[in-house]
């Protein structure tokens, strides 16, 4: 729910961007070609008479998944109305091909809140669940019906699914809430992590007997992900009274127009490998020597930074708490900064890193010093 992948953007939607990852267009296709082959199964257990049903079973997979994809909107935006009535900042809510993610900035630490934010989106899936089952029952057209059945009933497993105790789905962030009251959040964190890479093991253990890759690739996801949130949780401890600007590594920065020869030679010049760039509509963007490797170097001349530039999910400001950027960094690995309106620099992911593998260290050495003692 706070990692920002890029990605098409298809609607904006209450100021939130609705952003398409292109791994979502693999996993649509997917379902097509499953719901496809399914769709004399479906059509037996709904009951209805299939000499009633008009369309080819592709045609009904295509419909099929283009409603579970209305449905996983409703449901991450669920997320987003919540957060935004508790006066969360949301930016955009990405589809990717195991998941929804949304772009917000931390949630406050008001009991319950995250609680509120996640339960709000099985509990979606599940309204939308009964929604359709009340459909079907009231129209008497067989093909609404069958629709109206099979969309519900995908509904109604996305709820349980997403239940499921486990970072990242939303009854991981559910449970360590609960757990959070009673253990702190570090602690509930630990919990759920163990939890969910358990849970994560029996899925991919299930998976490979099952030669079902989908249900393997969702186990490294959670798998990966609950790795992800404790390392997050516990860095927070560490990282708590320490500014952006503290850590953040002062360069110059490039207008959009910059040749990118200029920009190769400033990074030489610097030894940053991303530096970053105010953007005429005044957003600061980034541009990264990976990026610059892409383009041939006989071109650096002809092409300028505004073809290479890319967006970030966060500018903080140089006096913000590190810790509250540590979930946007993880994920991009790098974003600009700014101080006094005018941007500063770059904060990098490997420094953070660093800074909590030596504060660790220190406190590890304190500890043993009071033991002594």
């Not at 998944?65 to 991450?76: D, I, K, N, Q, T």
């Not at 589809?95 to 996640?118: H, N, R, Y």
């Amino acid at each position: 729910m706070s990692r920002t992948p890029t990605g098409l953007t298809i609607a904006k939607i209450r100021g939130v961007k609705l952003r398409v990852h292109f791994s979502l267009f693999f996993l649509l296709a997917y379902i097509v070609f499953v719901a496809s082959g399914q769709f004399p199964l479906i059509v037996g257990q709904s009951g209805i008479n299939p000499f009633m049903i008009y369309g080819s079973p592709v045609l009904w997979g295509v419909v099929f998944a283009l409603g579970l994809f209305l449905s996983v909107v409703l449901h991450e935006f669920g997320h987003v109305w919540v957060a935004q009535s508790m006066g969360v900042k949301v930016s955009g809510v990405t589809l990717m091909m195991l998941g929804g993610v949304s772009e917000m900035e931390k949630i406050p630490d008001q009991p319950f809140a995250e609680f509120k934010v996640a339960i709000v989106g099985p509990l979606v899936s599940f309204a939308i669940a009964g929604l359709l089952w009340a459909l079907g029952a009231m129209v008497s057209s067989p093909n609404t019906q069958l629709f109206a059945y099979w969309l519900s009933r995908a509904n109604f497993v996305l709820g349980i699914f997403n239940l499921l105790p486990a970072f990242p789905l939303d009854g991981g962030r559910v449970f360590r809430s609960l757990l959070a009251a009673r253990q702190g959040a570090v602690q509930a964190t630990a919990t759920t992590v163990s939890l969910a890479k358990g849970l994560a093991w029996a899925l991919g253990i299930l998976g490979f007997f099952q030669f079902n890759m989908i249900l393997m690739l969702i186990a490294v996801f959670i798998y990966s992900a609950a790795s992800s949130e404790l390392m997050i949780s516990e860095s927070r401890g560490l990282l708590h009274g320490i500014t952006v600007g503290d850590v953040g590594v002062r360069t110059p920065s490039l207008s959009e127009d910059t040749p990118l020869k200029e920009a190769a030679s400033l990074m030489f010049q610097t030894r940053s490998r991303v530096l970053p760039v105010r953007a005429a509509n005044g957003q600061p963007m980034l541009v990264s020597l990976k990026q610059l490797r892409r383009v041939p170097r006989d071109s650096w001349s002809e092409v300028s930074v505004k073809d290479l530039m890319i967006p970030c999910p966060l500018v903080p400001e140089s006096t913000a708490p590190l810790e509250d950027v540590l979930a946007e960094l993880a994920s991009v690995e790098f974003l600009p900064f700014v101080e006094g309106g005018a941007v500063a620099g770059v904060v990098r992911y490997q420094d953070l890193a660093d800074l909590v593998d030596f504060r660790s260290l220190d406190e590890g050495f304190s500890g043993k010093t009071k033991k002594a003692g």
